[in-house]
C-alpha cells in the first residue's frame, strides 16, 4: 500500500486536520493516511501540549469510524526531537511492505530546504503538496523570501501538488485560545472530540 503520513501535533486535531486527511485518501492514489501524532516539535512551545496520550486519543476518537485514516503513535519512542526523516525509516523498517509519501501544506514545501536530509527524504519519497491559507504575517514573509531556494521542489517528480483541497482557515491555536475564553467551537471539531475536550476540562 501507498500510505500518505500526516505529521502534525494535533493541538487538538480539527475539521481543518481532517478534511486535509480524507481528500488526499479519497482524491488521489494514496490508499491510506496516517495521522502521526508528534510528541514534540523544535519550534513549539512544549508547555502548549496537552500530553501525548491525549492528543493520540482525541485523533482516534475523531477518525474512528473512517477505515482509510490511522493514527500513528511512531514517535512516541522515538528520540526527541523527532526528524522526519528518522520516523519514516522506522516506518519502513516496521512496515517493509508498504511505500510512504508525506503530506504537507506549501508553507512547509518553502522551508523543506532546511530539514534534516532533506535530498533523501525528496529522493526516495513521494510528497503531496496542499495549498494553505496564510496569515498576513505569512504572507509579508513570503515576500522577502529568496524562491530559488525552493524552485528544484516544484519541478521534481516526487512531489505532487493537490490544488483542489479544500484547505479552511481554522488553527488548533485559536481553538485553544477560544476554549480558554468559553468561546463555543463545537462545530470546529467532530463531536466525540468536543466531547471528549469537554469531560477533561482540556485548554481552560
Not at 516539535?41 to 490511522?70: G, M, Q, S, Y
Not at 509519501?101 to 534534516?116: A, P, Q, T, V, Y
Not at 476554549?179 to 463531536?191: A, Q, S, W
Request: net charge positive.
Amino acid at each position: 500500500m501507498n500510505i500518505g503520513l500526516y505529521f502534525g501535533t494535533f493541538n487538538p486535531i480539527h475539521v481543518g486536520h481532517l478534511v486535509i486527511a480524507n481528500y488526499m485518501a479519497d482524491f488521489t492514489d494514496l490508499d491510506q493516511v496516517w495521522l502521526v501524532v508528534t510528541p514534540q516539535n523544535p519550534l513549539k512551545n512544549k508547555r502548549t501540549l496537552l500530553k501525548d496520550v491525549h492528543r493520540l486519543l482525541l485523533v482516534k476518537e475523531a477518525i474512528n469510524d473512517n477505515f482509510k485514516l490511522k493514527a500513528s503513535d511512531i514517535e512516541f519512542d522515538l528520540p526527541k526531537p523527532s526528524y522526519t526523516i528518522k520516523t519514516l525509516n522506522k516506518f519502513i523498517e516496521k512496515y517493509p511492505k508498504n511505500d510512504f509519501s508525506l503530506i504537507m501544506g506549501e508553507d512547509n514545501l518553502r522551508n523543506f530546504h532546511k530539514w534534516f536530509n532533506y535530498e533523501v527524504i525528496l529522493k526516495n519519497h513521494s510528497i503531496y503538496v496542499y495549498p494553505r491559507l496564510l496569515t498576513k504575517q505569512e504572507e509579508a514573509e513570503i515576500k522577502d523570501f529568496d524562491v530559488s531556494k525552493t524552485s528544484s521542489f516544484y519541478n521534481n517528480k516526487n512531489v505532487v501538488f493537490c490544488e483542489d483541497v479544500p484547505v479552511m482557515k481554522i488553527s488548533a491555536s485559536f481553538i485553544r485560545k477560544s476554549i480558554k475564553e468559553g468561546k463555543d467551537v463545537r462545530y470546529l471539531l467532530t463531536e466525540p472530540v468536543h466531547k471528549y475536550i469537554e469531560e477533561m476540562h482540556f485548554y481552560k
